[in-house]
């Protein structure tokens, strides 16, 4: 007697779908070009910091600083101000340009350089620690910067991502483990001159300087810019997949699939993951859900069996 083939219905297609979708990424050329990229801005960082030091210093020497510090202390806020900053603007040598009369005028280009943790910044440079804590890190590449896409699951996503990154606060935020925001912060700040408003503070560099920032800022946004072709590249291949799912009725056709394009893929992914569509239909497994555990009316239990029922009829 043939073996009976075993029948598609929508969550063994996810199942199936998730497996392709992890296959893509971690084999995907962009995957290690994201992954580079970080490492990248991991080892410009690194140098950048011991530079900005240098640059800072060198226009508000320490003894500038102690000094305020001592005032402060003395004349409370009238001494002067300090603020612990990772956040610079500096200036490259003044250049000549034209005005839109032709006339000329002397121009001062600025580099806006950050060592904090912004949102889109940690879901690029996180996004596999995000992913890996079962949420999605790409909901805000995935509608192209078209805000009319925006919706309420856009939002709900968008406050658990910044909660694990430390950029919103939860009521069950343990306080005594830092976040990744928190760690961006104290990993490096300066002490500086003045209010905390980033711009009101210009340090004036040198050409060669000046472009070594922006060599920083250019590798700060190849993380992000890796993650959104990464995103791309596969979300293609999974349109074109689910298209084919659709068309699939039995697990076997998308078996073959797989094993086409060298996807591991066997039906053990679907009990793990389609365990309750799998399983749920026996005597046993269904009484164990309608018993009174967690007390439930008997309107609430025939309306479990009635789900049951008909999800046994699609499979």
């Not at 030091?53 to 002067?80: C, L």
């Not at 580099?111 to 910044?121: A, Q, T």
């Not at 996004?127 to 804590?133: H, N, P, Q, S, V």
């Not at 659709?246 to 389609?274: C, H, M, P, T």
Request: proline share 3%; charged share 30%.
């Amino acid at each position: 007697m043939p073996e009976k083939r075993l029948t598609l219905n929508s969550e063994k297609r996810k199942a199936i779908a998730d497996v392709f979708q992890n296959h893509f990424e971690q084999n995907s050329p962009k995957k290690k070009l994201h992954t580079k990229a970080i490492v990248d801005y991991n080892e410009a960082r690194t140098k950048m910091k011991v530079l900005a030091n240098t640059v800072v210093r060198h226009h508000q020497p320490q003894e500038d600083v102690d000094t305020i510090r001592s005032m402060i202390a003395k004349y409370n806020s009238s001494g002067g101000e300090l603020y612990n900053d990772n956040c610079f603007y500096f200036t490259a040598p003044p250049r000549m340009s034209t005005d839109y009369d032709g006339n000329p005028k002397e121009v001062v280009d600025e580099e806006h350089v950050e060592f904090s943790l912004s949102k889109k910044f940690a879901r690029s440079y996180y996004r596999d620690e995000i992913k890996a804590k079962g949420l999605n890190p790409d909901f805000h590449v995935a509608i192209n910067n078209n805000y009319d896409k925006r919706n309420p699951s856009y939002y709900a996503m968008e406050t658990q991502v910044n909660k694990f990154t430390g950029h919103e606060n939860s009521s069950n935020d343990n306080k005594t483990t830092l976040s990744y925001k928190d760690e961006w912060e104290k990993d490096f700040q300066l002490t500086t001159i003045g209010s905390s408003y980033c711009h009101s503070r210009m340090f004036a560099v040198d050409q060669e300087t000046f472009e070594t920032f922006k060599m920083f800022n250019t590798l700060r946004e190849s993380v992000i810019l890796t993650h959104e072709q990464l995103y791309s590249h596969v979300n293609s291949k999974m349109e074109k997949l689910k298209l084919g799912l659709k068309s699939y009725r039995y697990f076997d056709q998308a078996k073959s699939l797989a094993d086409k394009l060298g996807v591991a893929l066997n039906e053990s992914i679907l009990n793990e993951s389609s365990s309750m569509a799998l399983s749920v239909y026996s005597p046993e497994n269904l009484a164990s859900l309608l018993e009174d555990k967690v007390e439930q009316t008997r309107e609430e239990k025939i309306a479990i069996a009635r789900s049951i029922m008909k999800q046994a009829t699609v499979n």
